[in-house]
């Protein structure tokens, strides 16, 4: 079952001090699996010193760049990142999963919508693709970008940026906000925060006329952006985040331990096949349930952050640990993240077909 495609990488390109993007060549053959939607993300999988090891990565290409780009920046202690950046060059194959993801916002060419994106870091990724793709795709948006970064240097995709600020004047705003600001380059020195998005709307920006937040960074950042929006009256359905952050990343998951305990049957579907394994009803996960089961499931990060796992429950219950991926309405459609849930009955099916 498992969905990985070994695909070459045709170009790297360096995007700052510690960061590169990478190009994939998608065969004609696989153009289908591998069409994407803005804001979604591949995941990676690697075998670095004999340790199956996946991350996933945000697609940056915007819809009409005709290519399949991700980018990749340095984490210190990061096992990928240092792998792929020190040891990956052009020519090379690794195995890629289709894009997955459901951050970006649904697309409006016909309707004149104001999309407002905070990010930080490498945060910016999807954000990139979201914003080049909507100012191309939908000719009366309007983007106000605030982009957050220690300095000028570690800015990714700078030049890009200020090339689609320059191309779409004045429907895109875009506020570098650095927090090591040696030289004075920034709109605005210091980092995203509350103080920052209440100065923000109070003199640029008339929330109730937005119609996506968009918010993308580390936990701390998103959080504190969402609280502030909420307090400001904005409706939660108007507002988006993904978490970036390595920690759980950078943590295996240790086998699934024999199921002791009282167990349930999970059948899962996927790519229209049906299987069943056994899963404890009083912890561990589904995905490391299946692998003890010689099923494998899509996941990367294991920790509720990227959403790879993302399935519906169709049948029977779960308990979900964690959830930093999914909005309030994918939850209460049934969706899950199979890494952060176990079965609660003894019957359960989860739908990776599912939309
Ligand atoms: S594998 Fe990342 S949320 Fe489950």
């Not at 980092?191 to 640029?204: G, Q, S």
């Not at 920006?205 to 929006?229: I, S, Y």
Request: glycine content about 8%; charged content about 25%.
């Amino acid at each position: 079952m498992s969905n990985f495609h070994a695909l070459a990488i045709d170009e790297i390109r360096a995007e700052t001090i510690d960061s590169a993007s990478l190009r994939f060549a998608v065969p004609e053959a696989l153009r289908a699996d591998f069409a994407f939607t803005p804001g979604q993300h591949l995941t990676l999988r690697a075998t670095i010193d004999g340790a199956d090891v996946r991350r996933s990565y945000s697609i940056c290409s915007a819809l009409d760049d005709g290519e399949l780009r991700i980018a990749i920046r340095r984490v210190a202690g990061g096992r990928f990142s240092n792998w792929a950046l020190d040891t990956l060059k052009p020519g090379d194959r690794i195995d890629v999963m289709p894009p997955a993801g459901s951050f970006g916002p649904p697309p409006a060419p016909e309707r004149a919508c104001r999309y407002v994106a905070f990010a930080a870091g490498s945060g910016i990724t999807p954000v990139l693709s979201i914003v080049a793709s909507v100012l191309a795709r939908e000719p009366r948006a309007e983007v106000t970008l605030v982009y957050g970064n220690r300095r000028r240097e570690t800015t990714m995709f700078h030049a890009a940026l200020e090339d689609l600020r320059r191309r779409h004047q004045p429907r895109m705003t875009l506020l570098h906000v650095l927090s090591g600001d040696a030289d004075g380059m920034a709109d605005m020195a210091g980092r995203i925060d509350r103080p920052r998005l209440d100065a923000l709307l109070a003199a640029a920006v008339d929330a109730r006329r937005v119609d996506h937040f968009l918010l993308c960074g580390p936990g701390t950042m998103v959080e504190t952006l969402r609280e502030g929006l909420l307090a400001h009256g904005v409706a939660a359905a108007a507002i988006r985040a993904e978490l970036f952050t390595t920690a759980p990343a950078d943590t295996q998951s240790a086998p699934a331990a024999a199921a002791t305990g009282p167990v349930g049957r999970v059948v899962v579907l996927r790519d229209g096949a049906r299987r069943d394994f056994v899963a404890r009803l009083d912890g561990g996960n589904l995905v490391d349930a299946a692998e003890a089961a010689g099923i494998e499931l899509p996941y990367s990060c294991k920790g509720g952050v990227c959403a790879t796992c993302r399935c519906k429950v169709t049948a029977g219950r779960v308990e979900m640990l964690q959830n930093f991926a999914l909005s309030d309405d994918e939850v209460a459609a049934g969706f899950i993240l199979a890494c952060q849930s176990h079965p609660i009955t003894t019957e359960v099916t989860i739908d990776f077909d599912a939309t």
